[in-house]
């Protein structure tokens, strides 16, 4: 499958995002993966606030500071779910599909 040349440029800047975000992006999706696994909202909230905060102050990825911290049982695979690019976007082209239709500059 060939992409537009727009969402080719979508997605570069997407990743871009990410990466300049230390991963901080997938926090809601790591928060939901914890409660998945058991935990309670309130403790798995408390846990990616501390490891999100963490991450940003020693400027590491978002996802090593969990995979060493003990609080979180997630494995390789859950992690591999939660730090997903392609599902964080999954909706991105109706976004960006809405704003062509309203005439925003950029928009395809």
Known sequence: ????T??????????LLVDGSLG??????????L???GLSRDDAYRIVQRDARQ?????????AV???????ALGPGA????????????HAGRAVDALGALGVE???
Do not use: K
């Not at 727009?6 to 990743?15: K, M």
């Not at 901080?24 to 993966?33: E, G, I, M, R």
């Not at 969990?66 to 979180?72: I, R």
């Open 1 to 4: 499958m060939t992409l537009p």
């Open 6 to 15: 727009t969402s080719v440029r979508f997605y570069l800047s997407a990743s």
């Open 24 to 33: 901080l992006v997938f926090s809601q999706s790591v928060l939901l993966a």
């Open 35 to 37: 409660v998945a696994s």
């Open 55 to 63: 991450a940003w102050e020693e400027r590491r990825a978002l996802r």
């Open 66 to 72: 969990l995979e060493d911290d003990p609080e979180v």
């Open 79 to 90: 992690l591999d779910g939660a730090f997903d690019l392609h599902r964080l976007l999954r």
């Open 106 to 108: 950029g928009a395809p």
